[in-house]
């Protein structure tokens, strides 16, 4: 069984992420939140573990120029499993 990392974006800050990463996320909140629901039961579905990292958009900002990336959802989604991944112990 497998953990997948699912960014989480708070409210208060989805616009600034839509600015971050322009075309990539939906247009609403309430659609972004709905496709992540979606992403969270389909990877459970398959019998993996879905945990769910929330991500500032000045933390996401900040990742992509440490790490000289292009800030897009591929990022966001590395980021994830950065934060996600930094405190489990390896099996």
Same mark, same amino acid.
């Given at each position: 069984?497998? #953990? !997948? *990392?699912?960014?989480?974006?708070?409210?208060? &800050? *989805? %616009?600034? !992420?839509?600015? +971050? +990463? /322009? #075309?990539?996320?939906?247009?609403? *909140?309430?659609?972004?939140?709905?496709?992540? &629901?979606?992403?969270?039961?389909?990877?459970?579905?398959?019998?993996?573990?879905?945990?769910?990292? %929330?991500? #500032?958009?000045? &933390? !996401?900002?900040?990742?992509?120029?440490?790490?000289?990336? =292009?800030?897009? +959802?591929?990022?966001?989604?590395?980021?994830? !499993?950065?934060?996600? #991944? /930094?405190?489990? =112990?390896?099996?």
């Amino acid at each position: 069984m497998a #953990s !997948f *990392y699912i960014p989480k974006i708070a409210a208060q &800050e *989805y %616009e600034a !992420f839509r600015h +971050l +990463l /322009k #075309s990539e996320i939906p247009a609403t *909140y309430a659609e972004w939140t709905g496709v992540t &629901e979606r992403e969270i039961i389909f990877t459970k579905g398959q019998g993996h573990v879905a945990e769910v990292v %929330e991500i #500032s958009a000045d &933390e !996401f900002t900040q990742h992509c120029n440490t790490a000289q990336l =292009p800030c897009d +959802l591929a990022a966001l989604k590395r980021l994830a !499993f950065q934060k996600g #991944s /930094k405190h489990k =112990p390896v099996v």
